[in-house]
């Protein structure tokens, strides 16, 4: 199992500006994936980071919009770059459940952003 | 192109009655079928699974049901209770290779246990 410690839980941003999320992880872990969860929608992979190489974008999502660090296994974050009301979403961080004998996945407690 | 489909945004159910929450898929080659619960200003956190090699899967009151040739599954909660009252949802998993074991997941069904 993993322990996903994930900040802020939620904050209300101004549009135009940007936002960074952090994702802790208290075992180190090769690969953690961030979701969005848009209202009344599905969990959406916006990204794949890995450690030491740099992340992998879903189509739909940029790296200028949604810039991903991922300085060591058991830390990343997730920025949103120039916020428009659209971003307003939960933002999600996650580890596990995608390798061939590991199908559960574990997930940070979100991030709800307003923009307004 | 939704892949993984929960028709029913919410469902309402008296405590102790069967919960029924139910899921679509379409791509036949999903390997792994998960639920996942969600309570209000937390993550979603892991229920159950079922491996696509399989037709049920039971873990206490909690039992999935897979029909392939249906490409349907169902979450049986028996007998429910109030703390069952969370967003369930559906996601299927894609095998390996191109893949990449990705979720995907569907849109969550809201369940409320009515005292």
């Known amino acids: 199992s993993a322990v996903i410690s994930q900040k802020p839980s939620r904050d209300i941003c101004q549009r135009g500006t940007s936002l960074t999320i952090q994702c802790q992880v208290d075992s180190q872990v090769t690969m953690m994936f961030w979701y969005r969860q848009q209202p009344g929608q599905s969990l959406t992979l916006i990204a794949t980071?890995?450690?030491?190489?740099?992340?992998?974008?879903e189509s739909g999502f940029v790296i200028d919009k949604f810039p991903i660090s991922r300085p060591n296994l058991t830390f990343s974050t997730l920025t949103v770059s120039n916020m428009s009301p659209e971003d307003s979403s939960i933002y999600l961080c996650?580890?596990?459940?995608?390798?061939?004998?590991?199908?559960?996945?574990?997930f940070g407690q979100g991030t709800r952003l307003t923009v307004v | 192109d939704q892949q993984v489909k929960q028709n029913s945004p919410s469902l309402s159910v008296q405590e102790g009655r069967i919960s029924i929450l139910n899921c679509d898929y379409t791509?036949?080659?999903?390997?792994?079928f998960l639920w996942y619960k969600k309570y209000p200003a937390e993550g979603p956190t892991f229920l159950i699974s079922i491996s696509s090699i399989k037709d049920k899967n039971e873990d206490g009151r909690f039992t999935v049901f897979l029909n392939k040739s249906a490409k349907h599954l169902s979450l049986h909660i028996v007998p429910s209770q109030p703390g069952d009252s969370a967003v369930y949802f559906c996601?299927?998993?894609?095998?390996?290779?191109?893949?990449?074991?990705?979720?995907?997941w569907g849109a969550g069904t809201k369940l409320i246990i009515k005292p």
């Open positions: 980071a890995n450690q030491g190489s740099e992340a992998t974008y």
């Open positions: 996650s580890v596990g459940g995608r390798g061939k004998g590991d199908t559960e996945a574990f």
């Open positions: 996601a299927a998993r894609g095998g390996g290779l191109d893949s990449n074991y990705q979720l995907i």
């Open positions: 791509n036949s080659m999903f390997d792994y």
